[in-house]
């Protein structure tokens, strides 16, 4: 028993029509009529009433039909599998992530990915959040890294990092002495913020009014490395994922104080097409980036 025979049995219990079944399959009537007849005498039953018009499966043509439907499903689905599990050292695994986890917390998982694949060119791309969902959506990129993940029917979302949020300041700021401080104090501080529609920035905002606290938004930007330039040259202070503020810590550009009120996180996600098929390299770096490191407490002076 062939594939060819369950989509040629398939087509016919679709188009009810021999002919039109013939020309989708780019075989004859005769191949088509020989192709049911060989089904019935290997089943031993009628699968089609040709005392109708247009002809009617029968419950055990029905019943053909729906395993002939799942049975091209799994070939198929199997056929591209084998495909990627074939594909050679000039494949590429293509990422779309925002500029913070893409410069500051992707960098540790590719480093791993490639000791196991050091032939697959890891190729990543810094998109906005809104951007990333549709690139993904698509098919473009494999992978998917955002902030503050939403719910999408299209997608398949997986938790990633828990980055610890604190408040950031120029050293020359009045606050860069203190280790952490109360959020109250930053009530009607100059701030630095995310432009409006960044989930960050929904976060933030969010954090903010529950604490009843108003600040004065001097600049807003859409991304995290011109956000740090406005901060180290005080025009205001931020809440910033402290992961993201590594470099400038480590060089005493910037300064970070642990908000006491709670322990505040920004959640980041991994987000991957439903239904893609991705290669074996694809799939180890969705583990990789599953085993997600937990989050940090260090939010002391720097």
Not at 12 to 22: C, G, P, Q, R, V
Not at 42 to 71: C, H, M, N, Q, V
Not at 93 to 120: C, D, E, Q, W
Not at 147 to 172: I, R
């Given at each position: 028993?062939?594939?060819?025979?369950?989509?040629?049995?398939?087509?016919?219990?679709?188009?009810?029509?021999?002919?039109?079944?013939?020309?989708?399959?780019?075989?004859?009537?005769?191949?088509?009529?020989?192709?049911?007849?060989?089904?019935e005498?290997?089943?031993?039953?009628?699968?089609?009433?040709?005392?109708?018009?247009?002809?009617?499966?029968?419950?055990?043509?029905e019943?053909l039909?729906?395993?002939?439907?799942?049975?091209i499903?799994?070939?198929?689905?199997?056929?591209?599998?084998?495909?990627?599990?074939?594909?050679t050292?000039?494949?590429?695994?293509?990422?779309?992530?925002?500029?913070?986890?893409?410069?500051?917390?992707?960098p540790?998982?590719?480093?791993?990915?490639?000791t196991?694949?050091?032939?697959?060119?890891?190729?990543?791309?810094?998109?906005?959040?809104?951007?990333?969902y549709?690139?993904?959506?698509?098919?473009?990129?494999?992978?998917?890294?955002?902030?503050?993940?939403?719910?999408?029917?299209?997608?398949?979302?997986?938790p990633?990092?828990?980055e610890?949020?604190v408040?950031?300041?120029s050293?020359?700021?009045?606050?860069?002495?203190?280790?952490?401080?109360?959020?109250?104090?930053?009530h009607?501080?100059?701030f630095?913020?995310?432009?409006?529609?960044?989930?960050?920035?929904?976060?933030?905002?969010?954090?903010?009014?529950h604490?009843?606290?108003?600040?004065?938004?001097?600049?807003?930007?859409?991304?995290?490395?011109?956000?740090?330039?406005?901060?180290?040259?005080?025009?205001?202070v931020?809440?910033?994922?402290r992961?993201?503020?590594?470099?400038?810590?480590?060089?005493?550009?910037?300064?970070?104080l642990?908000?006491s009120?709670?322990?505040?996180?920004?959640?980041?996600?991994?987000?991957?097409?439903?239904?893609?098929?991705?290669?074996?390299?694809?799939r180890?770096?969705?583990?990789?980036?599953?085993?997600?490191?937990?989050?940090?407490?260090?939010?002391g002076?720097?």
């Amino acid at each position: 028993m062939h594939i060819i025979t369950f989509k040629i049995f398939r087509d016919l219990a679709e188009l009810l029509s021999f002919s039109k079944t013939a020309q989708r399959q780019h075989l004859s009537q005769s191949a088509v009529s020989q192709q049911l007849a060989r089904l019935e005498a290997t089943f031993k039953s009628k699968l089609i009433d040709r005392k109708k018009r247009p002809f009617e499966l029968t419950r055990a043509g029905e019943l053909l039909y729906r395993a002939s439907k799942d049975i091209i499903e799994r070939y198929d689905k199997l056929t591209d599998e084998l495909k990627g599990l074939q594909q050679t050292a000039a494949n590429r695994v293509n990422i779309a992530a925002i500029f913070s986890i893409g410069l500051h917390s992707l960098p540790p998982y590719v480093k791993t990915f490639m000791t196991r694949y050091p032939h697959v060119n890891v190729h990543v791309e810094y998109l906005s959040s809104r951007q990333i969902y549709e690139t993904v959506a698509r098919g473009t990129a494999d992978i998917g890294l955002v902030a503050v993940p939403k719910k999408d029917v299209a997608l398949e979302t997986y938790p990633f990092e828990e980055e610890p949020l604190v408040l950031t300041c120029s050293p020359e700021h009045r606050f860069h002495e203190k280790r952490e401080i109360d959020i109250h104090q930053l009530h009607l501080e100059k701030f630095i913020a995310f432009e409006e529609g960044i989930p960050t920035r929904t976060l933030v905002d969010g954090i903010l009014s529950h604490y009843n606290v108003i600040v004065r938004r001097v600049m807003e930007f859409d991304n995290i490395e011109t956000v740090k330039r406005a901060v180290e040259i005080n025009a205001g202070v931020s809440i910033l994922p402290r992961t993201a503020l590594e470099q400038e810590l480590s060089n005493g550009t910037l300064r970070s104080l642990r908000l006491s009120n709670d322990n505040f996180t920004r959640p980041t996600g991994i987000i991957v097409r439903k239904g893609k098929v991705l290669s074996l390299p694809a799939r180890y770096f969705i583990e990789l980036l599953k085993k997600q490191r937990q989050p940090t407490s260090d939010t002391g002076p720097d």
